[in-house]
């Protein structure tokens, strides 16, 4: 995708992530925030979700998930779904080298 197209958020993005517990930060339509991460559309139109507040760095250093933005609510979910399941993979492999184990 062009990065000079403008972004095409669905309308209920900000609903959709209500019900996941992802609040819009302020007025910025692209950025959001859940009890321990944060959340954006960057601007390709991939939906991201970064480490925990307490290891955040910044974006470059602390991003677990992207998809491509979710169009549909049922998308969303399995979106979610998906960047949780991956978040878990990445704190059991950051453990595991913390441990000294190799996952060949």
């Known amino acids: 995708m062009d990065k000079d197209e403008a ?3 669905p309308k209920q993005l900000k609903y959709w ?3 996941h517990g992802i609040k ?3 007025d910025i339509k692209c950025v ?3 009890k321990n991460r944060h959340w954006r559309i960057n ?3 991939e939906f991201q979700m970064s480490e925990t507040f307490v290891t955040f760095d910044r974006w470059a250093n602390s991003l677990i998930a992207t998809v491509p933005l979710p169009k549909t609510q049922a ?3 399995e979106a979610i779904i998906y ?3 991956q978040a878990i993979l990445w704190k059991m492999a950051k453990n595991a080298q913390e441990l000294g184990l190799d996952y060949d």
Do not use: P, V
């Open 75 to 77: 998308e969303f979910d």
């Open 83 to 85: 960047m949780k399941k």
């Open 17 to 19: 992530a209500e019900r």
């Open 32 to 34: 959001f925030k859940s």
């Open 24 to 26: 819009q930060q302020r």
């Open 43 to 45: 601007c390709y139109n």
């Open 7 to 9: 972004l095409k958020i």
